[in-house]
T-cell receptor, first 115, second 114 residues
């Protein structure tokens, strides 16, 4: 199984809503990532988890709250988002941090629209 | 600074022809990897090919090959016998920092013409 599964695939939410994005992998990977991607732009790193601990937060606003309940799951909790937060949110995983040859496996993303 | 530059926002190629996508990067490291990822309309980023910096031999994966010029910090992707399914956004990527998180170039949108 070389899949990273993200749910939901599409999400429309109001600015006062609270929602969560979910990501799951069963490859035994110990590093997991959230990226944000705007249309026709490259992905931008948001968070990195290593062994279920937050390793990197790229100065992301607090209305985005990541959580890694176990080694297979990664969540992104959303609250009080702005329309400019509308984007494709990609989850990725890799075997471990620190190895230069580490391939990242990506999910299909959640297309988020904030209205 | 560790940056990745793709200077071709869009490219097109005739089916069965060959196309080369360009990428340059900047790093102070001597041993590193470089990657090309493909993102089709399905949105999933898929690894196409990887190159290890201290290997002089250019990487090849079926119809995909790279031209790696370490001194020039150039890492281009050649797609031979282009197929309609190759149409996608292609990103050059460099794993940087302590977490080896990927730094992507701006991408090249490849269109394959029938």
């Amino acid at each position: 199984d070389t899949e990273v599964t993200q749910t939901p695939k599409h999400l429309v939410m109001g600015m006062t809503n609270k929602k969560s994005l979910k990501c799951e992998q069963h490859m035994g990977h110990r590093a997991m990532y959230w990226y944000k991607q705007k249309a026709k732009k490259p992905p931008e790193l948001m968070f990195v988890y290593s062994y279920e601990k937050l390793s990197i937060n790229e100065s992301v606003p607090s209305r985005f709250s990541p959580e890694c309940p176990n080694s297979s799951l990664l969540n992104l909790h959303l609250h009080a988002l702005q329309p400019e937060d509308s984007a494709l949110y990609l989850c990725a995983s890799s075997q471990a941090l620190g190895r230069p040859n580490t391939e990242a496996f990506f999910g299909q993303g959640t297309r988020l629209t904030v209205v | 600074a560790q940056t990745v530059t793709q200077s071709q926002p869009e490219m097109s190629v005739q089916e069965a022809e060959t196309v080369t996508l360009s990428c340059t990067y900047d790093t102070s490291e001597s041993d590193y990897y470089l990657f090309w990822y493909k993102q089709p309309p399905s949105r999933q980023m898929i690894l196409v090919i990887r190159q290890e910096a201290y290997k002089q031999q250019n990487a090849t994966e079926n119809r995909f090959s790279v031209n790696f010029q370490k001194a020039a910090k150039s890492f281009s992707l050649k797609i031979s016998d282009s197929q309609l399914g190759d149409a996608a956004m292609y990103f050059c990527a460099y794993p940087r920092g302590s977490a080896r998180q990927l730094t992507f170039g701006s991408g090249t949108q490849l269109t394959v013409l029938p």
